[in-house]
């Protein structure tokens, strides 16, 4: 029985020395003392990967024969942890015994097997990559290799399954390295153990072991940084409930008056809705009737400045109104050229009028499509002036003949 009572005093100094661990772990939470926990970022394939080794000592527990003698344990494992809480490992646990009960003496056996890790520390008091005690019990299972052969190792005998329930305790030494303690007790039938007369029956194993944990890759986990805030509702007072209950009525009031003034709008733009680009319409009586399009009318005058012959952007536009609504190739023009007579010698004025005449020919020609040999030119110089202002005189009027 002292075996079994060293087997529960390691258990129980383990846990207590983890509880005390999570009162020094202050931290990992926010600042309203509240533990700050995942969501967390999923860890690549070589994230967060451990070996570990570890020797110790095993014994025998058999109902009706008491604990046996101590013997050797060893351990040699590699597992990954794929959140704070959850990870598995998978290993090779040997073990030698001496051990004097009615079904065993002196056997030693190999046992390779799977564990599913919790690591109850995170799960209760949140992750930290940097706490000192983390408290980890497991599930294991297994085959067992067992053979009675007079306290040889072996890895021959018969094969038998085994499971069993252990609690790893790590404590972190630094980033990659930490001190182990592990605790196991494995369960296998008795006939494995060619007992005679114990056929249906039960061993218990139960082993300790202290060894080293080596932490491979990346070693810790990064928490998701695009979680949503939970916003906890305030109730509404009734003042707050009433004022909001004023304002959605006012909207909708205004709202009902927009629809109002939109259906007026519709209503006005009605006689619109019909109506062509680029027609002419008589509007009388509400109504819209089409028309021909007046064109402009003739004769028609450009003027120049002073000396020239050039005719400014404004009198272009001008002049593209006019062959707009009344030049085509058919079209039968006479360009009359003036020269006003206060500047200038009659020679001059002559050459100036004529050269006016030519360069508004030129224009309804080759820009605006009327034929020229329909374009009749007149240049009078400064014998014609009928206008009242210099400024008038210096012009071509364009006249349809």
Not at 23 to 41: F, K, L, P, T
Request: proline share 2%; charged share 20%; glycine share 10%.
């Amino acid at each position: 029985m002292k075996g079994i009572k060293l087997f529960g005093v390691l258990a129980a100094a383990s846990l207590l020395f983890s509880f005390n661990a999570f009162a020094q772990e202050d931290n990992n939470r926010d600042e309203n003392g509240n533990v700050v926990r995942g969501a967390y970022e999923t860890n690549g394939a070589f994230d967060n990967i451990f070996i570990g080794v570890g020797a110790g000592v095993n014994s025998v527990l058999e109902k009706g024969s008491g604990l046996g003698k101590m013997g050797l344990a060893t351990d040699l494992n590699l597992g990954k942890w794929f959140t704070p809480a959850i990870g598995i490992r998978g290993g090779w646990h040997g073990v030698f015994n001496t051990a004097k009960s009615g079904a065993l003496n002196k056997a030693a056996f190999n046992y390779i097997h799977g564990d599913l890790l919790w690591n109850i520390s995170s799960s209760i008091d949140g992750y930290k990559e940097t706490r000192f005690w983390n408290f980890v019990p497991y599930a294991t299972t297994g085959v067992l290799n067992v053979g009675p052969n007079n306290g040889k190792f072996t890895f021959k005998g018969d094969k038998e399954f085994a499971a069993g329930v252990g609690l790893l305790n790590v404590l972190r030494l630094n980033e990659r390295l930490g001190l182990t303690i592990d605790l196991e007790m494995l369960c296998a039938r008795a006939a494995a153990y060619g007992a005679k007369g114990y056929i249906g029956r039960f061993l218990g194993f139960p082993s300790a072991t202290v060894g080293l944990s080596f932490n491979l890759g990346k070693t810790n986990f990064d928490r998701h940084t695009s979680i949503t805030p939970v916003v906890v509702p305030v109730p509404f007072t009734v003042d707050q409930y009433n004022a909001l209950k004023d304002k959605v009525a006012a909207l909708e009031k205004e709202n009902a008056q927009l629809k109002n003034k939109i259906a007026d709008l519709e209503n006005q733009l009605g006689a619109f809705k019909n109506l062509v680009d680029g027609q002419c319409y008589l509007f009388e009586n509400g109504r819209f009737t089409a028309i021909e399009a007046p064109k402009a009318g003739s004769p028609a005058t450009v003027y120049f400045d002073l000396g020239s012959s050039k005719l400014s952007d404004r009198e272009k536009a001008h002049l593209e109104y006019f062959a707009g609504n009344v030049v085509d190739g058919n079209t039968k023009l006479l360009l009359t050229g003036s020269a006003d007579k206060q500047t200038g010698t009659s020679s001059i004025n002559q050459k100036l009028s004529e050269q006016r005449c030519e360069t508004v020919k030129n224009l309804l020609v080759n820009k605006f499509g009327a034929n020229a040999s329909n374009v009749e030119t007149v240049a009078n110089g400064d014998r014609n002036n009928v206008f009242d202002t210099p400024a008038k005189n210096r012009c071509v009027v364009i006249e349809v003949k």
